[in-house]
């Protein structure tokens, strides 16, 4: 929320939870159609963060295969989406709003000038 409220308050303009590509099974947690930028904010025990990412103490082998399947299924969905002609811009749950913003308003305003990312 305090990511989408931030863009949003710059002025830059999204849409939310919407699928990318049609056939593509995930959603983007924001959309930016238009400049084909697309956001994807993961948290750090579903998405294995390096940083945050910790294994369960019970049922371990299970999570440790379903959060390495998620991180597989991230990387497929990038490449698709790049291939397709997407930016694909990923956050982690933990980093700082504000810095997120920074990057993702400086994407969306470099394609919107041309430059492509």
């Known amino acids: 929320m305090r990511l989408r409220r931030e863009l949003h308050r710059r002025g830059l303009r ?3 939870h919407q699928v990318p590509l049609p056939g593509l099974r ?3 947690d924001l959309i930016f ?13 579903w998405h294995g963060c390096p940083q945050h990412g910790k294994s369960p ?4 082998d ?3 295969a379903k959060i390495e399947a998620n991180v597989e299924r ?3 969905n990038n ?3 790049a291939g397709a002609g997407w930016k694909v811009v990923r956050v982690w749950e933990h980093e700082d709003p504000t810095r997120a913003a920074d990057e993702i308003g400086r994407m969306v305003e470099r394609i919107r000038l041309g430059a492509g990312a």
Request: proline residues 0%; positive net charge; contains cysteine.
């Open 14 to 16: 999204y849409r939310k």
């Open 26 to 28: 995930c959603r983007a």
């Open 33 to 45: 159609r238009r400049e084909r930028v697309a956001v994807f904010i993961d948290g750090c025990f």
């Open 57 to 60: 103490q019970t049922n371990s």
């Open 62 to 64: 299970y999570w440790s």
């Open 74 to 76: 991230d990387k497929r």
């Open 79 to 81: 490449d698709l989406l």
